[in-house]
């Protein structure tokens, strides 16, 4: 069973359709990331916000896969589509394994 991370993305004003291109642009390499199981994209105009429901095979592999983006300029591409940018415009949840009781 998968772990399960949320991130939630705010677009900074007027910028909510740039960070829904960026999306388009990067979430294959995300789904083609070694340990990610799936990503679903959820929008919510009214709020300004992307939110992003990734499972993994293990947080391991999504703290790595992290690593990657950040490593890859992904502070950078978002600095000016995100409100506050990546460190102030993302909030992260991870719930764990998944459990069939």
């Known amino acids: 069973m998968g772990e399960l991370v949320v991130l939630n993305f705010k677009a900074a ?4 359709d740039a960070l829904a291109d ?6 294959g390499d995300t789904r083609s990331y ?3 199981i799936k990503v679903d994209v959820y929008e919510d105009r009214g709020s300004s916000t992307i939110t992003l429901v990734e ?3 293990s947080l391991s592999h999504q703290r790595i896969y992290l690593g990657w983006r950040i490593e890859t300029g992904i502070q950078e591409v978002t600095k000016d589509i995100l409100e506050g940018g990546f460190d102030n415009g993302v909030t992260v949840h ?3 394994s998944k459990k069939d009781y």
């Open 13 to 16: 004003d007027g910028k909510f």
């Open 22 to 27: 960026m999306f388009r642009a990067v979430l």
């Open 34 to 36: 070694d340990g990610c």
């Open 55 to 57: 499972e993994w095979e």
């Open 94 to 96: 991870t719930w764990g």
